[in-house]
């Protein structure tokens, strides 16, 4: 790791007709007086991994003992005035002391101003944080633990149930459907194609073919369909598990475990081919059992 110190060298005029101890006058010909004051420290760290994989704790030990190496001293307000090749060093607090002409800044170690900033994945490299009020606190919090995650998809694994293509006929309204599915799809043409939705329920027993059947009538869904399937999958959801004791019993000994449809085909309802799809049926799954919960 290499530090690299960022000083900035500011040329004013003097304050009072008083000079400061140990400064030169304007007026004489001694060498150039420049004042320097260290402003900031920056540590740089690379990973062979990216940014959104690093780990902050670790990012934190290191930061720790970046700061450890600048020494354990106290922040000191002092600043260091340079003539020439000589170094002098003035308290502005003890402006009336004398210092002696000679006197050379010695310390065992560098003070600084620099406060580490502790690693935040959301925080990019272009954005600037305010230093803390006070020190941060060595002693690091607890972290919160993950949820446990339970997939779902294909009819060979467990919790097959929870997706809307198994074998679980649902009544609505009077009618039954073959399967969720069948329900959720009906739904596209119910209030303006009533014949349409009862040619989903009636065209298969398997959900497959009323997905494919809906997606022939596509012309004919309802308008706001984007604005209404979420709501609708939820409704549909609810009249299966409630007329499925089972399913809901499966359901509630999930805990309070993450449910995702493992979907490497939909992206909407499931996580999709890369695994980041919204995977709005588990996020649907989830409402339903705190739902049931709540009586």
């Known amino acids: 790791m290499h530090s690299h110190k960022t000083i900035t060298i500011v040329t004013s005029p003097p304050l009072s007709s008083t000079p400061l101890p140990g400064c030169i006058s304007p007026t004489t010909k001694g060498p150039v007086q420049y004042r320097i004051e260290e402003r900031s420290r920056t540590v740089y760290v690379s990973s062979d991994l990216p940014p959104s994989q690093w780990d902050s704790h670790s990012l934190n030990q290191i930061f720790s003992i970046a700061e450890l190496s600048e020494g354990t001293s106290q922040v000191d307000p002092r600043h260091t005035t340079f003539l020439g090749a000589e170094a002098q060093t003035f308290n502005p607090d003890d402006a009336t002391k004398k210092v002696a002409p000679d006197s050379r800044a010695t310390h065992s170690s560098r003070n600084s101003n620099y406060r580490s900033r502790r690693f935040d994945p959301m925080v990019t490299s272009n954005q600037t944080q305010s230093p803390p009020e006070s020190p941060p606190s060595r002693k690091s919090s607890p972290l919160t633990p993950m949820r446990p995650r339970i997939l779902f998809y294909h009819k ?117 081919p890369d695994g980041r799809g919204r995977n709005e049926l588990g996020k649907a799954l989830e409402r339903l059992r705190s739902k049931l919960r709540e009586g």
């Open 156 to 272: 060979h694994d467990p919790h097959y149930g929870f997706t809307n293509f198994s074998d679980h006929p649902v009544i609505y309204k009077g009618k039954k459907y073959p399967t969720s599915e069948h329900l959720f799809q009906s739904f596209k043409f119910q209030k303006h194609r009533p014949n349409l939705a009862e040619h989903i329920r009636t065209c298969s027993e398997r959900p497959a073919v009323a997905f494919s059947e809906a997606r022939r009538f596509e012309p004919e869904v309802r308008r706001d369909w984007k604005q209404v399937n979420i709501p609708k999958m939820d409704e549909a959801l609810w009249h299966k598990f409630t007329q499925h004791l089972d399913l809901q019993a499966e359901l509630l000994a999930t805990g309070d475990a993450e449910l995702v449809e493992d979907s490497d085909k939909d992206a909407f309802w499931g996580v999709g």
